[in-house]
């Protein structure tokens, strides 16, 4: 069955460092989803992205953030200048069209600002 | 601004027997309703969903009832196997919206004793 795979799967990096989280979706997929999870909170969503360009986006999802599909099958979040408050777990998901269908998950980043 | 609660923050039964994990919204655009999954160190697996249209949906084992004029779901798990033992999220989404964004709620931890 087709995944949607993450790298790394930890990522340590110093306070104002520049971060980039990768994301693989699944190949037929149209439509990506970054969310995040901080330790002991909910998934919160972060931005969507549709036929490149982001079509919603979050409080959360600051100047500090930004997402790119850079080629045919990488998805991006960049986090340019990283804060302590940005440690989490950093999920990427896709789905083949937007509404009323599962997103699939990718098993997710750990970044670790220190 | 909770919109998705899930109030019982864990859940313990008996191998065989019936678990069920509810769930309350109050956002009354919400269309489609979906329950993940999730193992440690993994990102949420989905298990089922059901559009505003139903009442009921099942897949083997599991069955989401929704019960719009209570803005409730609950999943069935029946019978339940230790192997069902994880983090049991639901997530809901407005069709209006287009991007398909989900919200969570905070997870049930399920634990299945053999």
């Known amino acids: 069955e087709p995944e949607v795979t993450q790298t790394p799967s930890h990522q340590v990096t110093q306070m104002g460092q520049e971060v980039i989280l990768r994301c693989v979706p699944i190949s037929n997929h149209l439509y990506f989803y970054w969310y995040r999870q901080i330790l002991g909170q909910k998934v919160e969503f972060l931005v969507s992205f549709y036929n490149n360009e982001i079509s919603e986006k979050s409080e959360i999802f600051d100047d500090q953030f930004s997402v790119e599909r850079p080629d045919g099958s990488n998805f991006t979040l960049k986090i340019r200048s990283t804060k302590l408050e940005d440690s989490a777990m950093y999920f990427c998901?896709?789905?083949?069209?937007?509404?009323?269908?599962?997103?699939?998950f990718g098993d997710g980043t750990r970044l670790s600002i220190l | 601004d909770q919109q998705v609660k899930q109030n019982s923050p864990s859940l313990s039964v008996q191998e065989g027997r019936i678990s069920i994990l509810n769930c309350d919204y109050t956002?009354?655009?919400?269309?489609?309703f979906l329950w993940y999954k999730k193992y440690p160190a993994e990102g949420p697996t989905f298990l089922i969903s059901i559009s505003s249209i139903k009442d009921k949906n099942e897949d083997g084992r599991f069955t989401v009832f929704l019960n719009k004029s209570a803005k409730h779901l609950s999943l069935h798990i029946v019978p339940s196997q230790p192997g069902d033992s994880a983090v049991y999220f639901c997530?809901?989404?407005?069709?209006?919206?287009?991007?398909?964004?989900?919200?969570f709620g905070q997870g049930t931890t399920l634990q299945v004793k053999p």
């Open positions: 998901a896709s789905t083949r069209q937007g509404i009323n269908q599962p997103q699939h």
């Open positions: 997530a809901a989404s407005e069709g209006s919206s287009n991007t398909g964004k989900l919200i």
């Open positions: 956002n009354s655009m919400f269309d489609y």
